[in-house]
């Protein structure tokens, strides 16, 4: 049974930082792509960071320079640091892995509000 439980998410104010992790079982992790994506109210599913098996990385570019993605194969876990935070990234915080399949986590949820 494959699992991806995020944590880490919360309320904080803008310009605070968060690390979100994200716990995979149930998969061969090292080859599964791990990526991150959120989703505001009334918007759609968008991705903002995306880690390949070989540790290649891509973000949206609304987040490049103050997200950071990285994996821990040992851990089978995939991290999301978040620097700099705005309110425009408040959402809930979904962990994906993609290989044959894509799996979603349950989501966790990001505010940033002062």
């Known amino acids: 049974q494959v699992q991806l439980v995020e944590s880490g998410g919360g309320s904080v104010q803008p310009g605070a930082s968060l690390r979100l992790s994200c716990a995979a079982s149930g998969i061969i992790f090292n080859i599964h792509t791990m990526g991150w994506y959120r989703q505001a109210p009334g918007k759609e599913r968008e991705l903002v960071a995306r880690?390949?098996?070989?540790?290649?990385?891509n973000y949206a570019d609304s987040v490049l320079g103050r997200f950071t993605i990285s994996r821990d194969s040992a851990k089978s876990t995939v991290y999301l640091q978040m620097n700099s935070l705005k309110p425009e990234d408040t959402a809930v915080y979904y962990c994906?892995?993609?290989?044959?399949?894509?799996?979603w986590g349950q989501g966790t949820q990001v505010t940033v509000s002062s």
């Open positions: 994906s892995a993609s290989y044959l399949y894509d799996y």
């Open positions: 880690i390949t098996s070989r540790g290649g990385t």
